[in-house]
């Protein structure tokens, strides 16, 4: 189907933080666009303002008729959408065009030069980086991004006249090999998604055949030190990257009054004195790799500099809703062991001699069974544990599996409870609180303007 000759299309799934960017896109380019979440959202609220028509019951009834003619509409979906959808189920049966967002982010990767971000962790705050240095430089970009910008407060950017298109690469359900990249960073190929893979050999696997679709006159810039083998096409030009090591690194790194600076080492192009706009150390690394992303769609040094001290972050990545020197709230979206280490490794750096406390939601019955040791280890690297019961999210429950198998695996001597998340700001009421972060990447975020009102006025 072309997208130029469609007038309709509707989103199964549509408030998920990748799809909603193709909600935006779609509207942008004069669509009717319509679809289903399965629950209100201030995203969701937003899109509706934006022109959407979205509901909430798993009812085709609700279906507009202008996404009815299955010749004009095009129908996305979410691969967390089960197969029993009745939505899903109808538009299957009556004969329309169905893909998964993916496939409709592959299709521009073939007609735009696709500078692409994938990886077990990094992936958002790199790609919306990647993002604004070229949207601030007079080369311009369009973006697909996980996350909202805090510099434009959407994640979705659009051009005229860039050739560029910047996009997160989801590994999950395989979704990026339905992207032909012209650049991409790989930043972390550890275990994830352990319900679609089964292993870790076949999860590496997976990395290795999204290198083999760069195109051959495209560019691979890996995390130094992977495990990674990658099966690019002959032609394709391998960099690596790291914070010290690699073609892309820093040197002369400083901490100045709370912000981080350093030298940009490229075999493009070195960039002195980069100051971070977000001042969290693992920015360096994720900036680094967004710098080269940047100097390979031929953003200047100048624009490079001045768009690093710009970037504002994005929402629930490292994001501070509360700063002084009585109380520190931060909301972060880590949900995987190793982002949780690097997110309470980052807090250390910054606050080496306070009480850091967090509140964790673990996200999947799966991803818990498969890792609940390694997120215990995680965790006991803080001073204090409040553990949520697990968000289900796509998922059914699993016996057995709850919070308490991390809870049992965590630091003895570390202070720690279970706390459903109805009771969870009763809880924090009475506690003495000196820097918190909520962690996960469930709802958890629903409850931080709450959380921020009780501490607000300590």
Not at 13 to 31: C, E, H, N, W
Not at 333 to 344: D, F, L, M, N, R
Not at 373 to 391: H, R
Not at 416 to 434: F, S
Request: overall charge negative; proline content about 4%.
């Amino acid at each position: 189907m072309n997208i130029n000759t469609l007038s309709a299309v509707y989103f199964i799934g549509a408030g998920g933080i990748g799809m909603s960017a193709l909600v935006r896109y779609f509207l942008s380019k004069g669509k009717k666009v319509g679809g289903y979440d399965r629950t209100p959202s201030e995203l969701t609220e937003k899109l509706i303002k934006e022109g959407a028509d979205i509901h909430y019951e798993e009812n085709t009834a609700l279906i507009a008729s202008d996404f009815l003619n299955p010749d004009t509409t095009l129908v996305i979906y979410t691969p967390a959408i089960p197969a029993t959808h009745q939505e899903l189920v109808y538009f299957k049966e009556h004969g329309f065009e169905i893909q998964k967002r993916a496939q409709v982010l592959g299709m521009l990767t073939q007609t735009e030069k696709g500078l692409c971000v994938a990886g077990t962790h990094g992936k958002t705050t790199t790609s919306t980086m990647a993002a604004h240095l070229l949207h601030q430089s007079h080369i311009g970009c369009n973006a697909f991004l996980g996350g909202i910008s805090k510099n434009y407060g959407t994640n979705l950017l659009l051009s005229e006249k860039s050739e560029f298109v910047v996009i997160e690469a989801d590994e999950f359900d395989r979704s990026f090999h339905w992207l032909t990249p012209y650049a991409t960073v790989i930043t972390a190929t550890d275990s994830d998604h352990l319900d679609i893979y089964g292993t870790h050999e076949a999860y590496l696997e997976s990395f290795r055949k999204y290198t083999s679709l760069i195109r051959p006159d495209g560019y691979l810039i890996l995390k130094k030190g992977l495990e990674l083998v990658p099966d690019v096409q002959q032609g394709v030009t391998i960099y690596t990257y790291s914070t010290t090591e690699g073609d892309f690194h820093a040197e002369n790194i400083r901490i100045e009054n709370g912000e981080i600076y350093f030298d940009y080492v490229s075999p493009l192009g070195n960039i002195t004195n980069i100051q971070l706009g977000v001042p969290v150390y693992v920015n360096i690394e994720n900036g680094i790799a967004a710098m080269a992303l940047a100097q390979i769609g031929g953003a200047t040094a100048e624009e490079i500099r001045n768009a690093m001290a710009s970037f504002g972050g994005v929402d629930r990545r490292f994001d501070f809703k509360l700063k002084n020197e009585r109380v520190v709230l931060l909301s972060d979206y880590a949900h995987h062991p190793a982002e949780i280490k690097q997110s309470v490794t980052s807090i250390r750096t910054l606050y080496p001699n306070r009480k850091i406390t967090a509140v964790f939601q673990p996200h999947l019955y799966t991803r818990t069974r498969d890792f609940y040791q390694e997120f215990a280890d995680s965790l006991s690297l803080l001073d204090e544990v409040i553990l949520l019961d697990i968000y289900p999210a796509r998922e059914a429950p699993i016996p057995g599996v709850t919070s308490e198998l991390i809870y049992n695996s965590l630091r003895p001597d570390m202070q720690k409870c279970i706390c459903k998340k109805e009771e969870l700001i009763e809880l924090l009421k009475n506690k003495p609180i000196d820097v918190l972060i909520t962690l996960g990447a469930g709802d958890i975020d629903n409850y931080v303007p709450q959380i921020y009102d009780i501490l607000k006025d300590r």
